[in-house]
């Protein structure tokens, strides 16, 4: 491996070289420049903290194509009919008007590192200084045989959040009598762990209510999965006979689909199905690796202390498309990753006082009306990866007074983040 | 002039609306309360409130005097914005107000501070209640007693609590904090974190890290963070106003 400015190794002594010289003044630009790619979780955050709390000294654009961001988190809850989908629907005036940051509503398609530009689809070009991407995640094609992108609408991925969601709860809500569910979950690494079991709770919250006769099947490549035993616990107490999982050992390895026909064959066992949610393989978002920062995995290898990206000193990954070490795929996790890049990015680019990293994650869960379960842990930042520090989940057997207060504080935790993100 | 007048005026139509609104069936405005009971509950207030003689605002405002008092004007405690919103419209603490507010803060003062989910007994308010008035009727006259609240109840080192924090470490620190708990001071499923007494900020936070106080989430944060790390916190949300 050479180590050119492509390969960057962060160390503690390049971090202060590069705090020492910020890189604008060279260029005579009156303010450095951060483009943010991505409007979710990382971005917004990365662009609202940058834009706060430089106070006007750093210009912040942030690159998003959709106007009404929905939040992939609380999502499954809409389709558990607990959520209005306005309820997770944000939109980015607020950046724009109380922080100052240009929101551009477009898509970028080309990064270019060496002249460091982004271009727009709509044909514009955007210089940088420092550029934070985080753009979730995209599927691995072919990793679910029979279905492609193309097949969306007859299979729902609903791993991204608005049109896909609503397409899903539809299908759900217009199941025949009796009628069959199936998922097939995701292998490691995905984006939200606990994701795919919180769905398959509020699709048999929905069939309990109106089609209690109806079945749910899921096939799993996992031998096991975030917060099994609680799940299992609570399907059994409150969806007893409608959930099946069937992982590695039984074929949920072993999957393929076909959407014209609406089957699933399972390890050469071909069931009818009337919904069919389909979750593929992940890999970082495409833009990603149209830049040349994703590696063999998929994903974009960063530097922990900083989010900096292993390949190129001027850009930050955040959420999804990193491998953050210990860190799981969510929201909140992306939201802290931004914090760390952003203090990061105004260090370098304005002197201002960079702490040590912290990170931390908490995904709640809900499997019925008032029933949520978390799991969390603290992070910190070491040479090769963020690393865990402490966690906790929550028990089998909790009051139901405790599980009511674990929703109700995933309800304030919806409303601080997106808070946090939108302003 | 004349504007302001009318403005005052239809405030007061609006406080007069309102207390309409929460106004109850008289049987229910008969409850007697039992102030002994009252006592007791109020060990549910005491984190946050005050009450007796030499009680003093922490968390939230003393409570000698509350009834009668217009919300929100108590010199010397810091309310939520909603809190003096509520104030501007007319709010004033009588008994219906105070129990629509103990019943659920929340619905009578949205984005209030006070982190209580609600006492939803209707006896048990009335208990509480006639505890209060005790300390109302005539402020003058308050009973000899010890001042109730517990925030001080602790044997934290005093080197801990002298612990002056840096409020711009404190800053990137609450970014965490923030993620959860709101900016604004409002408090839904979360409690409010703003504008603790550093104080109150500072054991409550130290009984965290020494697992006294339960919480599974608020133990982890808070256990990794240094004595240094909870005086830069509790120095920055003591001025945060959202």
């Known amino acids: 491996m050479t180590i050119d400015r492509r390969t960057f190794i962060g160390t503690g002594a390049l971090a202060a070289a590069s705090l020492a010289a910020p890189a604008v003044l060279a260029q005579g630009s009156p303010r450095p420049r951060v483009v943010v790619i991505g409007g979710g979780a990382g971005g917004a955050t990365a662009a609202r903290y940058i834009a706060k709390d430089s106070k006007g000294e750093i210009d912040v654009t942030l690159v998003d194509p959709t106007r009404t961001y929905f939040t992939c988190f609380f999502s499954n809850l809409y389709i558990g009919g607990f959520k209005e989908l306005d309820d997770i629907g944000h939109t980015y005036g607020s950046l724009a008007a109380d922080y100052g940051v240009n929101v551009l509503h477009d898509w970028a398609v080309e990064v270019d590192r060496d002249a460091r530009t982004v271009t727009l689809a709509g044909g514009g070009t955007l210089g940088y200084d420092k550029l934070i991407l985080s753009p979730g995640i995209d599927f691995v094609d072919g990793s679910v045989p029979g279905w492609d992108i193309t097949q969306q609408n007859r299979m729902p991925h609903s791993w991204k959040a608005g049109s896909q969601t609503q397409l899903l709860k539809a ?253 | 002039m004349g504007g302001a007048v009318f403005r005052r005026l239809s405030l007061s139509i609006g406080a007069a609306a309102l207390a309409a609104s929460l106004a109850v069936p008289a049987a229910r405005a008969e409850l007697i309360g039992d102030a002994e009971k009252g006592k007791k509950l109020f060990a549910q207030c005491k984190g946050c409130h005050q009450v007796g003689k030499g009680a003093k605002d922490r968390i939230g405002p003393h409570l000698n005097g509350i009834f009668g008092r217009q919300a929100g004007v108590h010199e010397g405690f810091a309310y939520s914005a909603a809190m003096e919103r509520m104030s501007n419209d007319g709010l004033v603490w009588t008994f219906e107000t105070l129990d629509a507010y103990i019943d659920n803060p929340r619905a009578l003062v949205s984005k209030t501070r006070m982190s209580y989910p609600g006492m939803k007994d209707e006896q048990q308010r009335a208990d509480l209640l006639a505890y209060l008035r005790t300390f109302s009727d005539n402020p003058a006259n308050i009973p000899e007693a010890e001042p109730t609240a517990t925030g001080t109840d602790h044997d934290l080192d005093p080197a801990i609590l002298a612990l002056e924090g840096d409020p711009e470490y404190g800053e990137y620190l609450a970014t965490e904090c923030l993620t959860c708990h709101q900016a604004d001071g409002s408090a839904e499923g979360i409690p409010s974190i703003t504008r603790w007494p550093e104080e109150d900020f500072v054991v409550a936070m130290h009984a965290y890290k020494n697992k006294l106080r339960p919480h599974p989430v608020m133990q982890m944060m808070a256990g990794r963070l240094s004595n240094e790390e909870i005086a830069a916190l509790a120095a920055y949300f003591k001025d945060l106003d959202g």
């Not at chain 1, 079991?197 to 079945?215: F, G, I």
């Not at chain 1, 960063?302 to 001027?314: F, G, K, L, N, Y």
């Not at chain 1, 105004?346 to 809900?366: I, Q």
């Open chain 1, 171 to 423: 299908q759900i809500e217009a199941m025949p009598e009796g009628g069959l569910f199936a998922m097939v979950a995701p292998p490691n690494p995905y984006r939200c762990p606990p994701g795919p079991y919180e769905r398959v709770s509020m699709v048999a919250h929905v069939l309990k209510q109106m089609n209690p006769t109806a079945k749910i099947l899921i096939a799993d490549p996992k031998p096991k999965f975030s917060k099994q035993a609680l799940f299992e616990e609570g399907w059994q107490k409150h969806y007893g006979g409608m959930v099946e999982w069937i992982g590695p050992d039984f074929g949920g390895n072993n999957v393929s689909v076909n959407p014209a026909e609406m089957t699933i064959d399972i390890d050469g066992m071909v069931e009818t199905v009337d919904v069919c949610n389909v979750i593929p393989a992940q890999k970082a978002g495409r833009i990603a690796e149209m830049a040349g920062l994703t590696d063999d995995s998929g994903f974009c290898q960063i530097v922990p202390a900083t989010m900096q990206s292993r390949m190129d000193e001027d850009v930050h990954v955040l959420g999804d498309a990193t491998n953050a070490g210990d860190m799981p795929k969510s929201g909140f996790s992306a939201n802290s990753q931004a914090k760390v890049a952003a203090m990061a990015v105004r260090g370098a680019l304005t002197g201002s006082k960079v702490f040590p990293a912290k990170f931390s994650n908490t995904c709640w869960s809900l499997i019925d009306s008032d029933d949520g379960i978390k799991v969390g842990a603290t992070y910190e930042a070491t040479e090769e990866k963020i690393a865990k520090v402490d966690g906790f989940i929550s028990q089998t057997g909790e009051d139901s007074a405790t599980r009511k207060a674990t929703y109700e504080e995933s309800e304030g935790w919806y409303s601080g983040i997106t808070a946090d993100m939108f302003g």
